[in-house]
């Protein structure tokens, strides 16, 4: 018998797409199948416990096969299928992709890339988010979906599109260019004032008129930067007024929530997911391991716990994950043995409560054949479905997870702005990039089994203890305010290179660097002195770093760490300030892993936040209800460890004490009754 869970009133049990249990779901294509084969899929899906399932993700094509009428046939069948059989439906209004002929009655509706050139059909979502055609001729789609399919029993969630901006958020079509302009004249208002805010007398870029203003077309030097940024800045907001406009139409005709499935993710920069956040019923990730980065599971506890920042530590849902190797990477690496379950738990212990699968059924044919699925093509003989029958059941196993939330006493100020500001051109280095940066504090943190929340700047920090705020190189007076009331309030804010630059129209705060920051961290660069890629320097304290150095001068900080050698040496390096009843840290460099390490664990020291040695390759993270304490442990590692949590353990139905090994590979979730009730 599992202990029984008690929430308060303000944590509502489930959201409104949920049922109590966590939701195991697939995408799933039946246009590649043949209808003999749904009946199959359905008893499986059943056999597997599959709940959600999203079809009509890419299913234009197929209601829509000529300019005309729609034929929603077959959508028709597959949904009473589901229906009946139990399985909820997770509907997409299938604009994602239009089909070949729309690219053929309107070829300026395909999006173009900064060179002129034009992305054409035979891949997917060749669309400009600028086109009028294409929204008119979507909405279409949408308005016949809402209509017919708003009030339909299988259907619990609306899926607009399909990770909207994964292939097209930049375009640089004739569209593209007048929506531009009129996104900019309604955030400048005069030319005078984008002028003024682009620093177009560099360089005689200066604007007489409207018209002459485009997207940052290719260019045989450096672009202007601030162009290249309010692009990014258009470009997320274009597409985030497609969804917008796919949404009003579904909230018209139906009650049913409306999310879209968006991309955290490594290699995707174009979407500021936090202004997309308030838009979505609930919050919906896609995540898959990328095995092109150092260390790929840091990167999914990274945007497991940004995902969880964008649902405002809600339920979240994990709308797309891969049962093993995907097909896009240049080596796609299978999973090993246990990995799924591994990954899976990764996001729950995050926050997650559901978690859907791409896809139900291996596709046979077209890009993606190679891709895994719940079902691989080697049916349910395979050790590949034998483990989606165990993740399966792992899962029911922990129902009583579901509704109970994540608490950080960690935060690290996430900036989609500030990514792209960052990686702009002509900076004093190259080598220094934000998203690494980024990742690296929150994979040292989770080495210290500290938990992270991932907050936007300007977020009301003050109930933090430990704040870390990574090249947040361009920053609004809001978001500065808001990082030195949190050191008044109390905590250690740690703030590290390139970060307070420029203000939100990359224009560099004089007064020397960082303008934004100078104050709080009681001192002053007068010069940035990056090193050569292969360079490295040695700090006082026996630490080591790279890429970046900066020429410090303290007015008013005590001084942790100088440099010893290189381009800034006998300059301060790290920095400690006290401010208020909290502190201002600041480190100059990239820092390697093991001096990471040690400032991590200093930093947590100064904030009082308790740490547990658990290393880069076990996860441990707390769920809470009012009640209890729910905690994941995650051993990625082939050798045993211990961990000091003691219970009952949801996985195996034992319970474990403090001393019980956890084995190589395996994961435990131990349910304990909360010591520090009411505390
Ligand atoms: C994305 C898409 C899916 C599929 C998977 C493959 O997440 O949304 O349609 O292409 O990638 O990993």
């Known amino acids: 018998m599992t202990t029984p869970l008690t929430l308060t009133p303000e944590q509502p049990l489930v959201p409104g797409w949920a049922t109590g249990t966590i939701t195991l ?8 199948w043949d209808e003999s084969v749904w009946h199959d899929d359905i008893a499986l899906m059943r056999e597997l416990g599959v709940d959600l399932v999203a079809i009509n993700i890419f299913g234009w094509a197929q209601l829509q096969p000529q300019p005309g009428p729609f034929d929603f046939s077959r959508l028709d069948r597959i949904l009473s299928m589901l229906h009946e059989a139990g399985i909820r439906v997770n509907l997409g209004t299938g604009t994602s992709s239009p089909p070949p002929w729309l690219a053929r009655v309107h070829p300026e509706t395909l999006p173009q890339f900064a060179n002129g050139t034009l992305a054409w ?15 008119q001729k979507a909405i279409e789609l949408v308005t016949a979906m809402a209509e017919r399919y708003g009030n339909h029993p299988a259907v619990a969630v609306w899926h607009v599109s399909n990770e909207l901006g994964c292939h097209n958020a930049l375009c640089y079509c004739d569209a593209s260019a007048r929506a531009f302009r009129t996104w900019l004249r309604a955030r400048y208002g005069t030319l005078d004032a984008l002028n003024s805010a682009w620093g177009t007398a560099f360089w005689s870029q200066r604007y007489g008129t409207w018209d002459d203003v485009l997207p940052p077309r290719a260019t045989r030097s450096a672009g202007n930067p601030a162009q290249l940024l309010d692009f990014k800045r258009f470009s997320s907001d274009e597409l985030l007024d497609y969804y917008r406009a796919e949404a009003a139409v579904l909230r018209e005709h139906s009650s049913v929530p409306v999310t879209t499935n968006l991309m955290v993710t490594a290699h995707i920069q174009t979407l500021d997911y936090f202004s997309w956040a308030p838009e979505l019923d609930f919050i919906a990730n896609d995540h898959y391991l990328d095995h092109r980065l150092a260390d790929p599971l840091a990167e999914l506890a990274f945007s497991a716990d940004l995902t969880r920042g964008l649902a405002a530590g809600q339920p979240w849902m994990v709308m797309e994950t891969s049962t093993s190797a995907v097909s896009w990477q240049p080596v796609n690496h299978a999973k090993r043995e246990g990995e799924l379950l591994r ?14 699968f791409f ?6 044919s077209g890009a993606e054949k190679f891709h895994s699925a719940l079902l691989p093509h080697s049916g349910t003989a395979g050790q590949g479905w034998a483990q989606s029958v165990e993740l399966s059941s792992v899962l029911d196993r922990l129902n009583p997870v579901v509704g109970s939330r994540v608490h950080a006493r960690a935060a690290l100020v996430f900036s989609w702005e500030a990514w792209w500001a960052a990686e702009g051109d002509s900076h004093p280095s190259s080598l220094l990039r934000y998203l690494p940066e980024a990742h690296r504090y929150h994979r040292a943190l989770r080495a210290l089994g500290i938990t992270v929340d991932m907050v936007a700047p300007g977020t009301d920090l003050t109930s933090y203890d430990l704040v870390v705020v990574p090249t947040l190189y361009t920053v609004t007076d809001a978001a500065s305010v808001a990082i030195a009331d949190a050191a008044a309030a109390g905590a250690t804010v740690l703030i590290t290179p390139f970060t307070g630059i420029v203000d939100e129209r990359d224009t560099v705060i004089a007064g020397g660097y960082p303008g934004a920051f100078r104050e709080l961290l009681g001192l002053t660069i007068d010069e940035f002195r990056p090193l050569a890629a292969e360079a490295t320097v040695s700090l006082s304290s026996g630490a080591h770093g ?8 303290v007015t008013d900080a005590e001084i942790v760490a100088s440099y010893s050698d290189g381009p800034a040496a006998a300059s301060p390096a790290i920095t400690r300030r006290p401010v208020g009843s909290g502190t201002a840290w600041y480190v100059s460099t990239v820092l390697d892993d093991d001096s990471l390490l040690r400032l991590a664990r200093d930093l947590a020291a100064d904030a009082g936040v308790p740490i547990v040695e658990v290393g880069y390759d076990v996860d441990v993270v707390t769920r809470q209800t009012d009640t209890h304490h729910i905690t994941f442990i995650i051993n990625h590692r082939s050798e045993p460890i211990a961990v000091p949590y003691a219970g009952l353990d949801l996985v195996s139905g034992e319970t474990v004490t403090d001393a019980t090994p956890l084995p190589a590979g395996a994961v435990r979730v131990v349910i304990s009754e909360r010591s520090d009730r009411g505390a």
């Open 25 to 32: 779901g697939c995408d799933y294509n039946p246009e590649q």
């Open 121 to 135: 059909p035979g891949g997917r979502q060749a669309w400009c988010p600028s086109s009028v055609v294409f929204r």
């Open 359 to 364: 896809q139900w059924r291996a596709s046979r």
């Open 546 to 553: 790279s890429i970046w150095t900066d020429a410090v001068r």
């Open 343 to 356: 990954t899976v738990l990764g996001h729950v212990a995050r926050g997650a409560d559901s978690i859907c």
